[in-house]
């Protein structure tokens, strides 16, 4: 899998500054004044940072912003990038300006001068995460990866505050390498393989297959892959780093690859389709922090692993299925296909683990991208306190999510002439019609949060702290939600 960049924590020794190869990074407060470090390289430079700091560009620039100057005289490096940063930033400004330096490394060395600079973990964490580069399928030789050395007064306590975030910088890697990749590449065998690999952290990791999936009576999933010749399956994840208490449950959709099923998609944009298992990724890099950082919660990760395929044996629209639950479903339109994977992987959550509660994820619908954008992921839930607990994480860490209504009303769209239910609404609420949908197979005593993340999964443009394509979002917010709540 693509692994962050290594940043090394070091003592600071301005007499390597004027040696050093690569780009040297100094932080000057809004207020212009330089600390230490800044004022060696201003010394080296014949006052060329003075000179920057005391202009217009400096003034105009934002927390977090980064400028460079090039070929500086005295100075071994070819270049001196300065961040506008205070002393005691934000952690999103931290970020920022991590991820700023990510942009500007350009596969040089670099040494950052961080002096007694607040959150010095928070930039590192910045520049880990905007420092991806998915290459795994391009033949041109390996771009250059720079070292990195950040030089502040403390480095034995700065490097064990920067290890838990890490380990969720690697766990963001694992969610974006799985939603990048090509689905003739990340078939469900080789989804669940890489998920089976991750035994070696510590995690209990099962994989049911078809034939156990039928004897439970996973029926929906199944008829959602039974037109593939992709094998279905459900994998699930146990991290037991609690005491004795219930598990916390995290569902995901994994769907390899969505063609609509017989319910064809248009051609345009359907390459795009390889990221609807997206909520089993964003699943499996929550698990793979937590096993890393050695979380002190009981979590359990199921993700249901299917492939959405026209063909003979394909499910059509007018079948009537029967869940796991016993309900049975009338499938108006088999590309409405996610809630059919997540409703039996809900329900078998529940009968097994009795969790605390659940959270599922899911490229589900692109009304919610019409409806929020890609800003911000859809949080449905039938608990205020659950929801205001995940907004309130992914707020902190910088993740949009934004709680959307639900209500007795809509169900009215799901009903259906000959079975329980409808598998879709139509096109008016239709975000809120899946959502309604899924809340059938949660048990009322089960705090639940569904997160539709179809426009926050994956971006066409690069974001505050990704190149374009997969993002992760979803990794961060929800490690922070169990450390936040769960963990003892």
């Given at each position: 899998m693509t692994t962050p960049a290594e940043i090394h924590f070091k003592s600071v020794d301005l007499d390597a500054v004027a040696r050093a190869p690569g780009k040297i990074v100094v932080f000057v407060d809004h207020d212009g004044k330089l600390d230490a470090g800044a004022r060696k390289v201003n010394t080296l430079t014949r006052k060329a940072l003075a000179r920057f700091v005391d202009s217009t560009g400096f003034e105009k620039m934002a927390a977090g912003d980064l400028s460079s100057i090039a070929y500086p005289t005295g100075l071994v490096a070819e270049a001196v990038c300065v961040i506008k940063l205070g002393r005691r930033p934000?952690?999103?400004?931290?970020?920022?300006?991590?991820?700023?330096?990510?942009k500007a490394q350009g596969g040089k060395d670099l040494l950052i001068l961080g002096g007694t600079i607040a959150r010095a973990?928070?930039?590192?964490?910045?520049?880990?995460?905007?420092?991806?580069?998915?290459?795994?399928?391009?033949?041109?030789?390996?771009?250059?990866?720079?070292?990195?050395?950040?030089?502040?007064?403390?480095?034995?306590?700065?490097?064990?505050?920067?290890?838990?975030?890490?380990?969720?910088?690697?766990?963001?890697?694992?969610?974006?390498?799985?939603?990048?990749?090509?689905?003739?590449v990340l078939t469900t065998d080789d989804f669940a393989?890489?998920?089976?690999?991750?035994?070696?952290?510590?995690?209990?990791?099962?994989?049911?297959e078809e034939e156990e999936l039928a004897k439970l009576g996973m029926r929906t999933l199944l008829s959602v892959g039974q037109g593939s010749a992709s094998p279905s399956k459900v994998v699930v994840m146990k991290w037991n780093g609690g005491g004795d208490e219930a598990p916390f449950a995290l569902v995901g959709k994994g769907v390899v690859f969505d063609t609509g099923g017989i319910s064809l998609k248009p051609a345009?944009?359907?390459?795009?389709?390889?990221?609807?298992?997206?909520?089993?990724?964003?699943?499996?890099?929550?698990?793979?922090?937590?096993?890393?950082?050695?979380?002190?919660?009981?979590?359990?990760?199921?993700?249901?692993?299917?492939?959405n395929m026209p063909s003979g044996?394909?499910?059509?629209?007018?079948?009537?299925?029967?869940?796991?639950?016993?309900?049975?479903?009338?499938?108006?339109?088999?590309?409405?296909?996610?809630?059919?994977?997540?409703?039996?992987?809900?329900?078998?959550?529940?009968?097994?683990?009795?969790?605390?509660?659940?959270?599922?994820?899911?490229?589900?619908?692109?009304?919610?991208?019409?409806?929020?954008?890609?800003?911000?992921?859809?949080?449905?839930?039938?608990?205020?306190?659950?929801?205001?607990?995940?907004?309130?994480?992914a707020k902190t860490e910088g993740e949009g999510a934004w709680r959307m209504p639900m209500g007795p009303a809509y169900?009215?769209?799901?009903?259906?002439?000959?079975?329980?239910?409808?598998?879709?609404?139509?096109?008016?609420?239709?975000?809120?019609?899946?959502?309604?949908?899924?809340?059938?197979?949660?048990?009322?005593?089960?705090?639940?949060?569904?997160?539709?993340?179809?426009?926050t999964a994956s971006a066409k443009k690069e974001t505050a702290l990704a190149p374009a394509g997969a993002t992760g979002w979803g990794v961060m917010a929800l490690n922070r939600f169990i450390a936040d709540n769960y963990e003892s």
């Open positions: 934000s952690s999103q400004d931290a970020r920022k300006a991590g991820a700023q330096l990510a973990d928070e930039i590192a964490l910045g520049l880990a995460l905007r420092g991806y580069d998915f290459d795994a399928h391009k033949t041109a030789a390996a771009k250059p990866k720079g070292k990195i050395a950040f030089m502040v007064s403390k480095p034995e306590e700065v490097a064990k505050s920067a290890a838990p975030m890490a380990a969720i910088a690697e766990g963001v890697f694992f969610t974006r390498d799985l939603t990048n990749e090509p689905a003739n393989a890489r998920l089976a690999a991750m035994q070696d952290l510590g995690l209990d990791v099962e994989i049911l345009d944009g359907m390459e795009d389709m390889t990221m609807d298992m997206g909520g089993a990724g964003v699943v499996s890099g929550v698990m793979r922090a937590l096993a890393l950082r050695k979380a002190k919660a009981n979590v359990v990760g199921l993700v249901g692993l299917v492939e044996t394909a499910t059509r629209p007018g079948d009537v299925i029967k869940s796991m639950k016993g309900d049975t479903i009338e499938v108006i339109n088999t590309d409405a296909e996610g809630r059919l994977v997540l409703a039996d992987v809900l329900w078998y959550a529940q009968e097994r683990f009795k969790p605390v509660g659940m959270i599922n994820l899911a490229t589900l619908t692109g009304a919610m991208i019409i409806a929020l954008g890609h800003e911000n992921a859809g949080v449905f839930s039938n608990s205020d306190a659950l929801s205001a607990a995940f907004v309130k994480a169900d009215d769209l799901l009903k259906s002439r000959i079975a329980d239910m409808k598998n879709t609404g139509g096109r008016p609420a239709g975000s809120i019609t899946a959502a309604q949908f899924l809340q059938r197979f949660v048990k009322d005593d089960v705090p639940w949060a569904h997160l539709d993340i179809a426009g």
